[in-house]
T-cell receptor, first 117, second 112 residues
Framework: GAVVSQHPSWVICKSGTSVKIECRSL??????MFWYRQFPKQSLMLMAT?????????EQGVEKDKFLINHASLTLSTLTVTSAHPEDSSFYIC?????????????FGPGTRLTVL | GQQLNQSPQSMFIQEGEDVSMNCTSS?????WLWYKQEPGEGPVLLIA?????ELTSNGRLTAQFGITRKDSFLNISASIPSDVGIYFC????????????FGQGTTLQVKP
């Protein structure tokens, strides 16, 4: 149980284009999902909390107009990187909380490698 | 804000050896989580700890929730090559229920 998927697993795009990344909870419903960013050889940095049916909450320093989050259903959250630039290249990972597990426990997707040319 | 400090930063050991790593904080945590991340993958949950003093095993892995609530330990017994990866501790900061903060990670390499 508690499986989270992400699509695509990797994407290459041109500077100025927008990229959408999907995060799905496959065997459970997730009212809350999280989006992280990870640079090489670094830890995970929380970007935003995605709440089903309401606006996402962003961490300090994360541009909400740059990273659009939509949590339209209990099993799907999407992150759109708008007008991507090379500095947006990174590994993006989503996670979801499974109410069946203990408090605070998050299950992670396999990540999406974004490369902006 | 709250921080998690992991040590050691990296380890290079021989197959069959036991491994021990820890995570400390100056603040109290009510949950300690241990994850393993392999290259190009997302973190996988290894062990979750919810009570001070709790000792939990998952196969060759054992983790403990420190009595002071300010630390946690992860031990791996009889290491094998597939144990290679980065091990992260994580916990919910007091100020933001539901979120997690992560330690810097311990990189483990195992020599066959």
């Amino acid at each position: 149980g508690a499986v989270v998927s992400q699509h695509p697993s990797w994407v290459i795009c041109k500077s100025g284009t927008s990229v959408k990344i999907e995060c799905r909870s496959l065997d459970f419903q997730a009212t809350t999902m999280f989006w992280y960013r990870q640079f090489p050889k670094q830890s995970l940095m929380l970007m935003a909390t995605s709440n089903e049916g309401s606006k996402a909450t962003y961490e300090q320093g994360v541009e909400k107009d740059k990273f659009l989050i939509n949590h339209a259903s209990l099993t799907l959250s999407t992150l759109t990187v708008t007008s991507a630039h090379p500095e947006d290249s990174s590994f993006y990972i989503c996670s979801a909380r499974d109410a069946r597990s203990g408090p605070d426990t998050q299950y992670f997707g396999p990540g999406t490698r974004l490369t902006v040319l | 804000g709250q921080q998690l400090n992991q040590s050691p930063q990296s380890m290079f050991i021989q197959e069959g050896e036991d491994v021990s790593m820890n995570c400390t904080s100056s603040s109290i945590f009510n949950t300690w989580l241990w994850y393993k991340q392999e290259p190009g993958e997302g973190p996988v949950l290894l062990i979750a700890l919810y009570k001070a003093g709790e000792l939990t095993s998952n196969g060759r892995l054992t983790a403990q929730f420190g009595i002071t609530r300010k630390d946690s330990f992860l031990n791996i017994s009889a290491s094998i090559p597939s144990d290679v990866g980065i091990y992260f501790c994580a916990g919910p900061p007091r100020s933001s229920r539901g979120k997690l903060i992560f330690g810097q990670g311990t990189t483990l390499q195992v020599k066959p």
